[in-house]
């Protein structure tokens, strides 16, 4: 079964600086894909970013970008530039080649202080 | 843009009561999903529907059903509410990855109080 670790329940960051969420996944698999969700206080979980497996290259979206490891598991967000808007729950999330469904991780909790 | 909509905002029922969440998408998505989140334990898959009239069991099913008679329309049911079913719940829907895996879309989510 794969699993979903963020490991940092709350973060905490000075605005126009820069945060790296970390998650790290376990599977047996080589197709996936891997997620960051943004869920800002009230309001609705939107996709931040996503990446292929295959892709070697790291995604970015604008001041958000990855750090995709394959060999060792491991899925960071770099959230750049931090905004106050920025505050919200982060999840990392799993999706297998195979499947529809998403594992998700147990979330971060980013706050960005003025 | 996808909207997806569910009913309630915040649900206040009682212990035993029949519980209905509705939710509701417009962008034709085959997928649908109900989730239930709770503070420390992330998303958990409750029910998911590929299609009209097809369901599959997701991680913590027990004590839920879940109908779908149209497409864009996914219930959860709470057969017989119980406290411990307390909970913020979140739908959710996508298209078929078929090659080229796509992103969920959220709804606001139902706060669900059962006294």
């Known amino acids: 079964a794969q699993t979903v670790t963020q490991s940092q329940p709350e973060m905490s960051v000075q605005e126009a600086e820069t945060v790296t969420l970390s998650c790290t996944y376990d599977?047996?698999?080589?197709?996936?894909?891997l997620f960051w969700y943004k869920q800002p206080p009230s309001r609705q979980m939107i996709l931040a970013i996503r990446?292929?497996?295959?892709?070697?290259q790291n995604a970015t979206e604008n001041r958000f970008s990855v750090n995709f490891q394959k060999a060792a598991k491991s899925f960071s967000l770099k959230i750049s530039d931090s905004q106050l808007g920025d505050t919200a729950m982060y999840f990392c999330?799993?999706?297998?080649?195979?499947?529809?469904?998403?594992?998700f991780g147990k979330g971060t909790k980013l706050t960005v202080n003025p | 843009d996808v909207k997806v909509t569910q009913s309630s905002r915040y649900l206040v029922k009682r212990t035993g009561e029949k519980v209905f969440l509705e939710c509701v998408q417009d962008?034709?998505?085959?997928?649908m999903f109900w989730y239930r989140q709770d503070p420390g334990l992330g998303l958990r898959l409750i029910y998911f529907?590929?299609?009209?009239?097809?369901?599959e069991k997701g991680d913590i099913p027990e004590g839920y059903s879940v109908s779908r008679e149209k497409k864009e329309r996914f219930s959860l049911i709470l057969e017989s509410a119980s406290t411990n079913q307390t909970s913020m719940y979140l739908c959710?829907?996508?298209?078929?990855?078929?090659?080229?895996?796509?992103?969920?879309?959220f709804g606001d989510g139902t706060r669900l109080s059962i006294l």
């Open positions: 959710a829907s996508s298209s078929p990855s078929r090659g080229a895996t796509q992103p969920q879309h």
């Open positions: 999330a799993f999706m297998w080649g195979g499947s529809e469904k998403l594992v």
């Open positions: 529907s590929y299609d009209v009239k097809m369901k």
């Open positions: 962008m034709d998505h085959e997928n």
């Open positions: 990446q292929e497996a295959y892709k070697q």
């Open positions: 599977t047996s698999e080589s197709n996936y894909y």
